[in-house]
């Protein structure tokens, strides 16, 4: 058995084998956006084919009459752009936490794909936030 200098034997790593692998805001986040993008995808297939989703951290500029906004939706290169910092930040949670978060993030999707078909956005997924 090869032994270190101090005599401790070999390392295991940081997280060891009992942990679970770290997650960060940004991979939740960028896992919620493609998630819910492909099952907006999978129930408008037509009308979503070719739309390109992105997340940024921050949108460029401040609109004066609105402030930050969360989302940008450019209709004419079929592109949807989420804003990761300020859904997370400047949303008022009741409970902050990662559900409430993921949910959050699943409303800015389907509201921003809302707008670019412009249509309600209860219209687009209905069965998706219908409790039994």
């Known amino acids: 058995m090869h032994r270190n200098r ?21 991979i ?20 979503l084919a070719d739309v390109k989703f992105e997340v940024a951290g921050l949108p460029m500029s401040i609109i004066p009459d609105e402030g930050v906004v969360r989302w940008q939706v450019d209709r004419a290169n079929r592109r949807v752009v989420l804003y ?29 794909v809302a707008e670019l078909l412009d249509r309600d956005p209860w219209d687009l997924a209905p069965d998706r936030f219908r409790h039994f």
Not at 7 to 13: H, K, L, S, T
Not at 28 to 46: H, R
Not at 84 to 102: A, G, N, Q, S
């Open 84 to 112: 990761r910092v300020p859904i997370e930040r400047l949303t008022r949670f009741h409970v902050r936490d990662e559900y409430h978060l993921v949910l959050v993030i699943e409303s800015c999707v389907v509201r921003a």
């Open 6 to 26: 101090h005599g401790r034997g070999i390392r295991n790593d940081v997280a060891g084998p009992y942990l679970p692998p770290l997650t960060t805001r940004i």
């Open 28 to 47: 939740l986040f960028e896992s919620t956006v493609a998630s819910m993008a492909e099952y907006l995808i999978d129930l408008w297939p037509d009308e």
